[in-house]
Structure formats: C-alpha cells, structure tokens
C-alpha cells in the first residue's frame, strides 16, 4: 500500500510511540490523537506526522473523529489502562471497547460517504483472550483466566472488545471496516529489538498461558505497522482475525509462520 495515511491512536503508549516510529520507516503520513495540549517533547519529527492535540477519543463527537478518519487507509489503536491502581480499577472501565467502537463508527461513517475502499482498523488485544479455532485451553488455563476475568477490569475490556469486532463488525454491521485485533502475549521488558516472532490467526497450543512466549513490543509494533500498510494480498489474509503474537524459544522456533524477514 504506496504513501498510506494512519490515524493512530494511543501513540503516546510505550506500544503506540514504536508503532508511530514504524509507521513513518515505512513511510505512512500519521496523524497521531493525543490527549495532551501538544506533541510529547520525545516525538520524532517528521512532515509526515500530523499531531492532533486535546484530542481525547471517549470525549469526542463522533463526527469530529470521523474528519480524523477521513482520507485515511488505517486506523492503528493500541491504547489501554495504564498500569496504575486507578487505570486497573477506576474509570473508564471500557476503554478499549469505546474506543474501538467509536473508532469502527468512524470508519464507516467515511467509508460509506466517500463510496470508498474499506478503511482497515487493527487494534491491540491480548493472548489471555480467546478467539473462535484457538488451541483448547487446559483445565488450568480456564482456572487462572477466569480468575484474572474476574479480578482485572481492562482485561475483560479486551475481551468485550474481541466479542464486539467478532459479533458486530465481524457479522458486516458496519461496512466499510476490516479489522484485525493483534494479541500479543506478555510484553518482554529485556528485548528492545525486532525478534524473530511468531504470528498466527488462531493461537497454538504452543502459546499456551504458561509456556514462555513473551515478546517485544518492538515486535508487536512491526507486526502491527506492517498490518496497517500491507498490500491488499497479505491484509487479506489477516483481517476479520485475531492474530495470536509471540515469541518462542530457540527450542521452537522452526515453527515460525511470520517472522521479521517475511515482513
Ligand atoms: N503488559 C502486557 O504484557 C500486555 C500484553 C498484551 C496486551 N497488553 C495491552 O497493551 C496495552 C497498551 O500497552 P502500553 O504499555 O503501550 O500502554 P501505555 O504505555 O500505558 O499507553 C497507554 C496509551 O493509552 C492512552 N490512554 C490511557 N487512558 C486513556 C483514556 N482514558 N483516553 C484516551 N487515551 C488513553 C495513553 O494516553 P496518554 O499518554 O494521554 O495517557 C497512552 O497513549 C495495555 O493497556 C494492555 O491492555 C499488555
């Protein structure tokens, strides 16, 4: 996809700045949302990079958010609850879901004024969720994600988020989005590179909850920045999925199926 242009949103995130950063090497004109008065001091510039400030996407009037969208071949979205006490318990408790929602209601929105191409909305999920044709989870698994469900609102926010893209946009509610929902597993905090990683449209038993599958969000960010500006072949083969995004050990590492060469 030649000279594409990205809404991004949650560019400020550890995950959205390096997904911004590939965005630009491949080089998309982003327009990042932020919720700030101005740019973060540690924005790369670019003429490429339109920043969009006091932009708050729950707070925003749909058509506003649709202006945004408009011209746009993707919306990139990878914000989430920060890692505080009140972002794991506080409001907005679904925060992703909204957004994700507004984000989709946008799209289509412009879509179907402008009669034009699908707009391709690729947000950021979690392995923990589950996604129709995965592995079968094993007796513990279910405990612990039950346990988690129960205990951890943002993680049930990614789960209303992958049940509406399945459920609603999915079954054609809204035409003129495609969508893939990336699931990494857990971040690595010790790689700061581009792995060699593993993407697959349905999880494998080998990224099961307690196999050691972590990856960089290095990783994450290639894999979501290239979704974004693929060509039409290779979006074709991701969207409408969940791709589950991890990391193997050397042991495993032969059973690859995308990798940062192929990209
Ligand atoms: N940690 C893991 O192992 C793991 C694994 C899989 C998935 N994930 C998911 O990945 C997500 C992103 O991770 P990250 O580390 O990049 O997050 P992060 O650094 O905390 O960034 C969060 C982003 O969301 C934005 N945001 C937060 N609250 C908002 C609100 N109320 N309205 C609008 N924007 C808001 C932030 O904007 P501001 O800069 O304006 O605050 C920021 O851009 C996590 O939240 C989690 O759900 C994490």
Redesign the pocket.
């Known amino acids: 996809m030649p000279s594409s242009t990205v809404l991004l949103v ?7 700045r390096l997904v911004l950063n590939e965005l630009l090497d491949r080089g998309a004109t982003v327009r990042a949302l ?3 008065s101005s740019a973060p001091a540690d924005f790369p510039t670019s003429d490429r990079l339109h920043i969009i400030p006091n932009a ?3 707070d925003m009037p749909l058509p506003t958010l649709s202006e945004h969208a408009r011209g746009c071949s993707a919306i990139v979205c ?6 505080t006490l009140r972002g794991i318990y506080g409001a ?1 408790y679904r ?2 879901t909204d957004a994700t929602r507004k984000l989709s209601e946008a799209a289509a929105q412009v879509a179907s004024r402008a009669g034009s191409a699908p707009i391709r909305l690729v947000v ?1 999920n ?2 923990g969720v589950n996604a129709p044709g995965d592995a079968p989870r094993t007796f513990g698994e279910r405990i612990v994600l039950a346990l988690v469900s129960a205990l951890v609102p ?1 993680f049930r926010d ?1 789960m209303h988020c992958a049940r509406y893209l399945n459920d609603k946009v999915g079954k054609d509610a809204l035409s003129g989005i495609e969508w893939a929902a990336v699931r ?1 597993s ?2 690595a905090t010790s790689v700061h590179e581009v792995e060699q990683y593993s993407a697959a449209k349905v999880r494998p038993s080998e990224a099961g909850l307690f196999a050691p599958t972590d990856i960089s969000m290095e990783s994450i960010a290639h894999f979501m920045a290239m979704l974004a500006t693929a060509d039409e072949g290779t979006w074709a083969e991701w969207r409408g999925t969940m791709p589950a995004l991890y990391c193997v050990k050397p042991a495993s590492a032969a059973a690859a199926v995308e990798s940062k060469k192929e990209a």
């Open positions: 949650g560019g400020t995130g550890r995950v959205g932020v919720r700030s708050s996407i729950l990878t914000l989430g609850h920060p890692p907005p925060l992703v950021l979690s392995l943002p990614s990494p857990t971040f």
